[in-house]
């Protein structure tokens, strides 16, 4: 079984452009959390979406940010315009609504952003 | 609110030894409380979870860890730690048993002294 794919591993640009990181989640997962890892703040849930559709984004740091899940095998996370104070790790993660693995996030291995 | 303090940023000890992880938690539910690992570069990687069926809880890699309701603690143990136990460790609080977002604590650092 794949895990949680993100593209891409590594992102690097300059302050003002736009960032869109992917996430494709674990197959017949209904779920799908997007999660920033800094040093000065650790790991922060940005938002969630649950059957598609986003049920909680009061993490989300500003208008900048947004996220779709256009289907359950796909999400975006978009910042326009970057900023430096952007740089973080971004985490997918993907997880089951029902059934014995109920509740348990199983996570991407991140996108690393760094924005000049 | 729900939130997680985890003792200590940075925890040393020999190979061999035990290794103790605090973990405290607040939550206006009862809690569901998870521990996971994060090796350098990788994604996270569940350790084990409470969720009510048991106060001691067994993980993967010889961990475990028991809910103490009147000390709010969730702290995990091994009793013997390998080299490739060091790694970052966090604990998380749900109030939905995971189906709505984790709330994480800062992390500890386990430094495995050969």
């Known amino acids: 079984d794949a895990g949680v794919i993100q593209s891409p591993r590594h992102e690097v640009t300059e302050m003002g452009q736009e960032v869109t990181l992917r996430c494709k989640p674990i197959?017949?997962?209904?779920?799908l959390f997007w999660y920033r890892q800094t040093m000065m703040r650790g790991l922060e849930l940005l938002i969630y979406?649950?059957?598609?559709?986003?049920?909680?984004d009061s993490g989300m740091p500003e208008d900048r940010f947004s996220a779709k899940m256009p289907n359950a095998s796909f999400s975006t996370l978009k910042i326009q315009p970057s900023e430096p104070r952007d740089s973080a790790v971004y985490f997918c993660?993907?997880?089951?609504?029902?059934?014995?693995?109920?509740?348990?996030?199983?996570f991407g291995p991140g996108t690393r952003l760094t924005v000049l | 609110a729900q939130s997680v303090t985890q003792l200590g940023s940075h925890v040393s000890v020999s190979e061999g030894a035990l290794v103790l992880l605090r973990c405290n938690y607040s939550?206006?539910?009862?809690?569901?409380l998870f521990w996971y690992v994060q090796y350098p570069n990788q994604g996270l990687q569940l350790l084990l979870k409470?969720?009510?069926?048991?106060?001691l809880v067994k993980g993967i890699n010889g961990f475990e860890a028991e809910f103490k309701k009147s000390e709010t603690s969730f702290h995990l143990t091994k009793p013997s730690a390998h080299m490739s136990d060091a790694a970052e460790y966090f604990c998380?609080?749900?109030?939905?048993?995971?189906?709505?977002?984790?709330?994480f604590g800062k992390g500890t650092h386990l430094i495995i002294q050969p």
């Open positions: 939550s206006s539910v009862p809690p569901y």
């Open positions: 979406f649950n059957n598609n559709v986003p049920i909680d």
């Open positions: 409470y969720t009510s069926a048991a106060t």
């Open positions: 197959s017949g997962h209904n779920s």
């Open positions: 993660a993907s997880s089951r609504l029902a059934g014995g693995t109920l509740g348990e996030q199983f």
């Open positions: 998380a609080v749900s109030d939905r048993g995971g189906a709505d977002g984790l709330t």
